[in-house]
């Protein structure tokens, strides 16, 4: 059964919200009896723990009272130990601890005697099941007190401490030796103490009679670990993590699985013992009986799950009953809203339009109206297609929609070419506006280098238009004559250099340049010039050229080729840029004058500084050119012989043979054979033993004047020597490199 609006409209105004109102009274009742069991969970564990904390706290007092006696007694006993028998500890570790015990007067069945090393190992003991047991495996807390012990060496004795053994309290008290390698450790049972565990044990089974929906309750006495109560109790692996937050004061509920596989919880709290040294206080566990509280909240949720089923089922009957009233509302609706969307494509069913009341002769109505329509909406479909030329016949005078579609297509055909042209023109701005930015930036990262700021734009502009080949021409001034040569020459992407010189009025470029205007060629002149690739010759079909023009004076031509027609705006783009490009070849050319009269100002001051001082040192040197030259004459005969004495001397031509060469260096190479003859600079290396290429890579630069050094590996006579060589070029007024003197000596490596 399809249900149709108006029932839905019924049920959602009355049956829906009373629905939802049940429903939240059901949850709400719900929740409220949950928060109410947590609050009486809460509750109980807050007697529980009052109770037992007060008990603990009473067992601890009780333990004081009792340990008050005892722990005098022990003290004594402890001295007479100490002095009577281990002032010196040697053997200490054989000694007869219950022969001992019996002779201080020590109640067997009370105390026990220990003997500690200082690896915490006890090595002595009345108590045999000990022997041997490392009290630092106890814990961190038991192995810093024992530690303690030794360090300081004073007797002590910490309140009564629960064995997990044996389930009893015991008091244990502490003395270190005199010499400090052993600690005295005495442990006493007392039955008093035993009465206060029994007592404590006791009432904690009345605690669980006490509470109904108490389940279990135990108590761990917390050291570095938990410390069970009760001999079968144990504290879950899995919960020890969480006692750093019980010892802050948190209550905390942790969940577990039982024997039998059930998921269940324990809550856990914290008496914290302050007056001992070793438990820290005890952990107080309690697992609830939740049988009671799961059958109450599981009553409840079957109220609200009837409840929610009778709601359903009332809202059914509802539908039921008032849906085919609906049904022939729903159908003439659907009609309407139908047509209210603009479908007029729809067929009212005949049923409806045999009816003979008023919806009936609304039907007939409608069916007539679509009929009429259905031309109208063919005529509106092809015209939003975009075809403007079919016809439109209107269906009477008073045909409104139908005038008001024809002038409608008439309006679209003149806006879509509006829109067009207005597209197009757009795009021709945008792309101009671009292309000025662009190179607005080049013109501005460049404004410091004629060359570099040409070849970039050059590069760019051929680029930017998608053309083959570009050209930058800049003017040059000489003997009043102006003629233009090419800076930057472009062509399918490589650079080129093109070194003629045009004239003013020569050419096409020497024309632009004269006249100042700009020149577009459709057809170019036979040879003007070919653009070469990689792939061919081709020649170009259109040329334009723009002059660059500052201050009414031409800086140069900018040349573009290209295979197809430049537009206009490409045309306007070029010429608007050939303002900019102007404008900053014009500051950059100054710029370049600036800089090179600065340079040529500072290099005349330079030199008329230097000719000023030296015509006042020329002054001062001539008074003493005799003596010095003298002086120089006596030093240099000195020289020459230190030199032929001390280091090898040789001359050459600058064609390499031998002008002069000292003795030094001639016994030298002729050590083994004093008949070698050695002419040139190749027989000198022979005899070396080393390659000529060593000095040929380096002659080319001393014929230049440039002084060389080298290290030369030389074997003459069996013997391996390691040569310094300098090679000075010696010049002639002229400048010119008449020979080259080597100056060489032996060193180390």
């Not at 019924?10 to 949850?27: A, N, Q, T």
């Not at 206060?196 to 006791?202: C, G, I």
């Not at 003629?500 to 632009?512: A, M, S, T, V």
Request: hydrophobic fraction near 40%; proline fraction near 2%.
């Amino acid at each position: 059964m399809t249900i149709n609006k108006i029932t839905l409209k019924l049920v959602s105004i009355i049956v829906i919200p009373i629905f939802i109102v049940l429903i939240i009274l059901g949850l709400y009742n719900y929740r409220n009896t949950i928060t109410i069991i947590n609050q009486y969970n809460k509750s109980s564990y807050n007697d529980v723990y009052e109770e037992i904390k007060s008990f603990v706290e009473l067992q601890f007092v009780a333990l004081d009272i009792i340990e008050v006696p005892i722990q005098k007694e022990m003290e004594n006993y402890t001295q007479q130990i100490i002095d009577r028998y281990y002032e010196f500890t040697e053997g200490i570790e054989n000694v007869n601890l219950h022969k001992l015990r019996t002779d201080l007067g020590m109640n067997p069945e009370s105390y026990d005697l220990y003997i500690i090393d200082r690896q915490g190992i006890v090595v002595n003991t009345t108590y045999s099941e000990d022997l041997g047991i490392n009290f630092f495996n106890f814990g961190e807390i038991h192995r810093n007190f024992l530690l303690t012990i030794f360090a300081h060496g004073k007797f002590d004795s910490p309140k009564f401490f629960f064995e997990s053994k044996t389930k009893k309290y015991k008091k244990y008290s502490y003395q270190a030796t005199p010499d400090g390698n052993y600690i005295v450790e005495l442990g006493l049972y007392s039955n008093q103490a035993d009465m206060v565990f029994e007592y404590m044990v006791d009432h904690l089974s009345t605690i669980d009679q006490k509470k109904n929906n108490l389940s279990d309750l135990d108590l761990f006495f917390l050291v570095d670990k938990p410390i069970p109560l009760q001999a079968e109790s144990h504290f879950t692996k899995e919960h020890l993590k969480a006692i750093p937050e019980l010892i802050a004061g948190s209550v905390i509920t942790l969940p577990f699985v039982n024997d039998e596989g059930e998921k269940m919880e324990y809550t856990y709290l914290f008496v914290k013992n302050s007056t001992s040294k070793l438990i820290k206080g005890v952990v107080i566990r309690i697992l609830n009986d939740e049988t009671e509280h799961k059958k109450f909240v599981a009553t409840e949720r079957n109220k609200v799950f009837w409840g929610i089923i009778f709601c359903i089922l009332a809202v059914s009957v509802i539908v039921y009953l008032v849906n085919p009233i609906g049904n022939v509302i729903k159908e003439l609706a659907g009609i309407s809203r139908i047509l209210a969307t603009g479908n007029i494509e729809i067929n009212i069913s005949k049923l409806l339009q045999d009816r003979k009341d008023e919806l009936g002769e609304l039907a007939r109505s409608m069916s007539t109206l679509i009929s009429g329509l259905l031309k109208t909406a063919e005529f509106a479909r092809q015209t939003g297609k975009g075809n403007f030329d079919i016809k439109y016949n209107l269906l009477s005078e008073n045909d409104i929609l139908g005038t008001s579609l024809v002038r409608m297509q008439e309006h679209l055909s003149k806006a879509k070419d509006d829109e067009l042209m207005a597209q197009v023109e757009d795009m021709k701005n945008k792309y101009v506006a671009d292309g000025l930015a662009d190179f607005s930036d080049i013109l501005r990262n460049n404004n410091q280098d004629v060359k570099r700021l040409s070849e970039s734009l050059m590069r760019k502009l051929v680029d930017y238009l998608k053309i083959p080949m570009g050209a930058l021409f800049l003017t040059y001034d000489e003997n009043n004559e102006k003629y233009l040569m090419p800076q930057t020459t472009v062509a399918y992407d490589r650079v080129r250099n093109v070194k003629n010189k045009i004239k003013f009025g020569d050419e096409l470029i020497g024309r632009c340049a004269y006249e100042g205007k700009l020149i577009y060629l459709k057809e170019i002149p036979q040879n003007y010039f070919k653009i070469t690739s990689g792939l061919g010759d081709a020649k170009p079909t259109y040329l334009i050229l723009v002059p660059l023009i500052y201050n009414h004076e031409v800086l140069g031509v900018i040349e573009l080729a290209s295979f197809k027609d430049i537009e206009l705006y490409k045309r306007l783009l070029i010429e608007k840029l050939a303002e900019s490009v102007a404008s900053t070849l014009n500051a950059v050319q100054i710029n370049q004058k600036t800089f090179n009269l600065l340079e040529q100002f500072k290099k005349q001051q330079e030199e008329l500084r230097a000719q000023e001082t030296e015509m006042r040192q020329n002054v001062e040197e001539l008074q003493a050119t005799q003596e010095e030259a003298l002086r120089r004459e006596n030093e240099l005969l000195n020289y020459v012989k230190f030199i032929n004495a001390s280091i090898f001397k040789i001359e050459y031509s600058t064609k390499g043979d031998i002008l002069e060469m000292n003795d030094r260096y001639s016994i030298f190479l002729k050590q083994d054979d004093e008949r070698k003859v050695i002419k040139n600079h190749v027989d000198e290396y022979n005899v070396l033993s080393s390659s000529y290429n060593v000095i040929r890579d380096i002659w080319s630069e001393l014929l230049a004047g440039i002084p060389a050094n080298h290290k030369t590996k030389a074997l003459i006579a069996g013997n391996k020597y390691v040569l310094k060589e300098y090679f000075w070029p010696v010049k002639n007024s002229h400048g010119s490199v008449v020979k080259i003197i080597k100056l060489s000596y032996m060193c180390d490596s």
